[in-house]
């Protein structure tokens, strides 16, 4: 399965040139699965919600980014993950979408709010569902859920395979702790952060780039530059994510201990 990221940097409200960005780069390339950033079609600070609001989109996949994306999808006959702003009847998500050539496989919203993303949207009440894309189990989780392990957690214990993570990453903390999130669950993470630099809700933040792909024993199997755009894929087999085996009398998943801890 050729798995991979497109790390780049959104044009702030403007989605229409976003989507153009990932059509031209996408177009020469075969692969079964790529993740884009955290709200890759709107960019990332707003100082008015009602902005964020007129460029957000159903989750139904009506709207012109993700329907543009499933037609994508089905010239590819691939997966695409990709964050943007969801417009619902209870609010604006911050959230990622799954699509293949028929249409949404699913649609995930972030449950973990960083900072003034407080300010734009609501918190997700959708917990951290799973889907199915040739037979393969994936999840998806959104940029500062990785400081909560729950969330990789909750994905592994539901069968999840490989987790992709959109991001619009501003320390440089979190390319390390998603090795060991996916060396805890022995799954692949696909990291997919941005770059470039925003201003706005009275902040000027640059992003982190080295958009990653760790496999289940932790290894780093390629990690882009903290600038520029990357277009990168890796070969893997995702059923080496179903063994669950840490040493020859352990196993990750059946030696936990549920009953010891707090939650
Ligand atoms: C983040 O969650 N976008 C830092």
Redesign the pocket.
């Known amino acids: 399965m050729k798995i991979g990221f497109f790390q780049f940097q959104p044009r702030h409200g403007d989605p229409a040139a976003n989507l153009d960005l990932i059509t031209n780069v996408l177009s020469d390339s075969q692969f079964d699965l790529v993740v884009l950033p955290?709200l890759a079609s709107t960019g990332?600070l707003f100082d008015d919600p009602r902005e964020l609001e007129a460029l957000s989109e159903p989750s139904s996949g009506s709207g012109s980014f993700l329907s543009s994306l499933i037609e994508i999808a089905m010239r590819h006959r691939a997966c695409i993950v990709s964050g943007f702003s969801e417009r619902a009847p209870e609010g604006v998500f911050n959230s990622a979408a799954a699509l293949d050539g028929n249409g949404v496989l699913c649609v995930y919203r972030?449950v973990?709010?960083?900072?003034t993303?407080k300010e734009l949207f609501q918190p997700g009440n959708n917990g951290f569902p799973v889907f199915y894309f040739n037979q393969v189990c994936i999840g998806m989780m959104?940029?500062?859920?990785w400081v909560f392990p729950e969330s990789a957690r909750s994905l592994a214990l539901k069968g999840a395979q490989i987790i992709c993570h959109p991001?619009?990453?501003?320390?440089p903390l979190c390319q390390n702790a998603m090795v060991v999130r996916s060396l805890e669950n022995a799954v692949f993470s696909i990291t997919a952060n941005r770059v470039g630099s925003e201003t706005g809700q009275g902040l000027s933040l640059r992003f982190t780039g080295k958009s990653q792909i760790i496999s289940p024993k932790g290894e780093v199997l390629t990690r882009a530059a903290e600038d520029g755009q990357s277009l990168t894929f890796v070969d893997i087999d995702p059923q080496n994510a179903l063994d669950k085996r840490f040493s020859p009398g352990n196993d990750l998943f059946s030696d936990r201990q549920p009953g010891q801890y707090t939650l």
């Open positions: 955290e990332y972030k973990h709010l960083f900072n993303e959104i940029c500062f859920d991001a619009n990453l501003v320390l």
